[in-house]
Protein backbone atom coordinates (compact mmCIF):
# COMPACT_ATOMS: atom_id res chain seq x y z
CA UNK A 1 0.00 0.00 0.00
CA UNK A 2 0.86 3.53 -1.00
CA UNK A 3 1.54 5.87 2.17
CA UNK A 4 -1.94 8.40 1.63
CA UNK A 5 -4.00 5.74 -0.33
CA UNK A 6 -7.53 5.49 0.80
CA UNK A 7 -6.05 1.87 1.96
CA UNK A 8 -3.65 2.89 3.88
CA UNK A 9 -5.60 5.45 5.73
CA UNK A 10 -8.13 3.13 6.91
CA UNK A 11 -5.54 0.11 8.02
CA UNK A 12 -6.34 -1.18 11.62
CA UNK A 13 -4.14 0.54 13.03
CA UNK A 14 -4.99 4.16 11.56
CA UNK A 15 -5.63 7.04 13.86
CA UNK A 16 -9.62 7.29 13.81
CA UNK A 17 -9.54 3.76 14.71
CA UNK A 18 -7.11 3.93 17.86
CA UNK A 19 -8.86 6.98 18.72
CA UNK A 20 -12.31 4.96 19.00
CA UNK A 21 -10.97 2.16 20.49
CA UNK A 22 -9.81 4.15 23.31
CA UNK A 23 -13.96 5.19 23.87
CA UNK A 24 -14.83 1.50 23.23
CA UNK A 25 -16.18 1.63 26.91
CA UNK A 26 -18.58 4.73 27.94
CA UNK A 27 -17.28 5.06 30.91
CA UNK A 28 -13.44 5.65 29.33
CA UNK A 29 -14.90 9.12 28.28
CA UNK A 30 -17.36 9.88 31.04
CA UNK A 31 -14.38 9.25 33.61
CA UNK A 32 -12.37 11.73 31.80
CA UNK A 33 -14.70 14.63 31.83
CA UNK A 34 -15.92 13.97 35.12
CA UNK A 35 -12.46 14.25 36.23
CA UNK A 36 -12.23 17.38 33.98
CA UNK A 37 -15.15 19.10 34.29
CA UNK A 38 -15.75 18.30 38.10
CA UNK A 39 -13.35 17.75 39.96
CA UNK A 40 -10.44 20.25 38.87
CA UNK A 41 -8.65 16.62 36.96
CA UNK A 42 -8.02 14.87 40.63
CA UNK A 43 -10.28 13.03 42.40
CA UNK A 44 -10.44 10.46 44.67
CA UNK A 45 -11.74 6.99 44.60
CA UNK A 46 -15.29 7.35 46.40
CA UNK A 47 -15.57 10.62 45.06
CA UNK A 48 -15.34 9.84 40.93
CA UNK A 49 -17.91 6.61 41.46
CA UNK A 50 -20.16 9.30 43.22
CA UNK A 51 -20.04 11.75 40.70
CA UNK A 52 -20.38 8.66 38.33
CA UNK A 53 -24.45 7.47 39.06
CA UNK A 54 -24.42 4.09 37.63
CA UNK A 55 -21.23 2.83 37.65
CA UNK A 56 -20.48 0.08 39.90
CA UNK A 57 -17.27 -0.14 42.28
CA UNK A 58 -15.82 -3.56 40.07
CA UNK A 59 -16.52 -1.31 36.58
CA UNK A 60 -15.37 1.81 37.62
CA UNK A 61 -11.89 0.33 39.07
CA UNK A 62 -11.32 -1.72 35.87
CA UNK A 63 -11.77 1.76 33.77
CA UNK A 64 -9.28 3.31 35.72
CA UNK A 65 -6.99 0.45 35.62
CA UNK A 66 -7.38 0.74 31.98
CA UNK A 67 -6.73 4.41 31.62
CA UNK A 68 -3.70 4.02 34.09
CA UNK A 69 -2.64 1.84 31.97
CA UNK A 70 -2.87 3.58 28.70
CA UNK A 71 -1.44 6.88 30.23
CA UNK A 72 -4.56 8.88 30.61
CA UNK A 73 -4.54 8.72 34.53
CA UNK A 74 -2.05 8.47 37.37
CA UNK A 75 -2.75 6.66 40.46
CA UNK A 76 -1.65 8.01 43.80
CA UNK A 77 -1.54 6.18 46.72
CA UNK A 78 -1.13 8.09 50.31
CA UNK A 79 -0.31 5.50 53.12
CA UNK A 80 -2.97 6.37 55.50
CA UNK A 81 -5.64 3.68 57.29
CA UNK A 82 -7.18 3.07 55.01
CA UNK A 83 -4.93 3.98 52.66
CA UNK A 84 -6.07 7.21 50.42
CA UNK A 85 -6.35 6.65 46.40
CA UNK A 86 -6.32 9.07 44.02
CA UNK A 87 -6.92 9.61 40.48
CA UNK A 88 -5.19 12.60 38.48
CA UNK A 89 -5.47 13.84 34.77
CA UNK A 90 -1.95 13.23 33.09
CA UNK A 91 -1.02 15.51 30.46
CA UNK A 92 -2.38 13.20 27.76
CA UNK A 93 -5.71 12.79 29.42
CA UNK A 94 -5.79 16.09 29.44
CA UNK A 95 -4.98 16.39 25.77
CA UNK A 96 -8.36 13.63 25.58
CA UNK A 97 -10.07 16.10 27.44
CA UNK A 98 -10.50 18.29 24.28
CA UNK A 99 -12.15 16.36 21.79
CA UNK A 100 -14.43 14.45 24.74
CA UNK A 101 -15.72 18.08 25.91
CA UNK A 102 -16.35 18.73 22.39
CA UNK A 103 -18.43 15.91 21.72
CA UNK A 104 -20.33 16.61 25.41
CA UNK A 105 -20.25 20.07 24.30
CA UNK A 106 -22.43 19.12 21.02
CA UNK A 107 -24.97 16.43 22.55
CA UNK A 108 -25.77 19.39 24.84
CA UNK A 109 -26.13 21.40 22.15
CA UNK A 110 -28.30 19.19 20.46
CA UNK A 111 -30.96 17.34 22.52
CA UNK A 112 -33.57 17.65 20.18
CA UNK A 113 -31.37 15.07 17.35
CA UNK A 114 -30.36 12.57 20.58
CA UNK A 115 -33.57 12.67 20.89
CA UNK A 116 -34.76 11.57 17.80
CA UNK A 117 -32.27 8.61 17.53
CA UNK A 118 -34.04 5.16 17.76
CA UNK A 119 -32.96 3.51 21.42
CA UNK A 120 -30.22 0.23 20.64
CA UNK A 121 -32.17 -2.85 22.15
CA UNK A 122 -29.15 -3.01 25.00
CA UNK A 123 -30.12 0.90 25.86
CA UNK A 124 -31.54 1.80 29.03
CA UNK A 125 -32.70 4.57 27.91
CA UNK A 126 -36.61 3.65 26.80
Same mark, same amino acid.
Given at each position: ?7 ? $? ?5 ? @? =? =????? +??? /???? &? ?22 ? #? !?? /? /? &? ?5 ? %? &? $??? *???? =?????? !??? &? ?10 ? +?? $? @?????? #?? *?? %? ?17
Amino acid at each position: MQPGTPDE $EWREDCA @P =R =RVLEL +FAT /KWTS &MVLHTLHARHDGVARTGVLQRSLP #G !IS /K /K &MLTQTVR %D &M $EAS *GLLS =RHVQST !IPP &MVEYRLTDLGRR +FV $E @PVELLY #GW *GR %DNPDALDRLVPRRSSRRA
